[in-house]
């Protein structure tokens, strides 16, 4: 998959990692890129081509599937974090943390799928996190629904084999965006995210651990959890 002369498009990127994946696509020689976001308006990335897109609403997600036939890379970027409590928290909050990463996502997969292959096949990056692999209070719905979502990443990769479309799961830490304001630890500049991410379509890969910590946690699955979770947990 080539970024240059491609046709992308990128969800979530009025901000964020999103901006800076629709900016590189632009630098890199895409020859369309749609930047979708609820407010088009707010897109600011110059040589884009703006879209609205709500990927919770599948009337919008379909009417951006109809307005994007030529689409050959599609970036499953948008998301949120609630900070919702699995256990106490509002069951409605934790259900919009699956709407947007899970169903969302999923919606777009199944809208853009016969896009892709129709177009010779392309690729699909969906934007998952280190947290799809762990959990923390106070981020436990958004590492639920990152679970679900990177699940999914590996369901709909060996579904859509068959059309010739590469399907690239990205996984990072904190970001140096909007959503991790409050959080006081080391943030990765979201344009390596895009970097990382873009690099690995590039070179055929289906999973890309931007960062140190990634690959970390995900090591971290083949021993006993207990020694991550360490003195969260009560003693044995």
Not at 42 to 59: F, H, K
Not at 76 to 102: C, K, P, W
Not at 205 to 229: G, Q, T
Request: net charge negative; no cysteine; aromatic share 6%.
């Amino acid at each position: 998959m080539k970024i240059t002369d491609s046709v992308a498009l990128v969800t979530g990127a009025n901000r964020g990692i999103g901006r800076h994946f629709a900016a590189q696509l632009v630098e890199r020689g895409a020859a369309k890129v749609y930047a979708a976001a609820r407010d088009p308006e707010s897109v600011d990335v110059p040589g884009v081509e703006p879209l609205r897109l709500d990927i919770t609403d599948p009337a919008s997600v379909a009417a951006a599937a109809a307005a994007a036939p030529d689409v050959t890379l599609l970036v499953n970027n948008a998301g949120i974090m609630t900070g919702a409590h699995l256990v106490s928290g509002d069951m409605a909050e934790i259900r919009r943390e699956m709407d947007t990463h899970f169903f969302g996502t999923l919606g777009m997969v199944r809208a853009f799928a016969p896009v892709l292959g129709g177009n010779g096949g392309g690729a699909i990056v969906n934007v998952l996190s280190a947290l799809s692999w762990f959990a923390y209070v106070g981020s436990n719905a958004y590492a639920a629904a990152k679970a679900a979502e990177w699940n999914m990443t590996n369901g709909v990769r060996l579904e859509l084999a068959d059309q010739g479309t590469l399907v690239t799961g990205v996984h990072l830490g904190a970001a140096d965006t909007a959503i991790t304001a409050d959080y006081d630890g080391d943030k990765i500049d979201p344009a390596d995210v895009a970097r990382a991410a873009l690099d690995g379509v590039e070179a055929g890969r289906i999973e890309v651990l931007v960062d140190a910590w990634s690959a970390m946690i995900k090591a971290s699955l083949a021993r006993d959890p207990r020694e991550f979770y360490g003195r969260s947990l009560p003693a044995a």
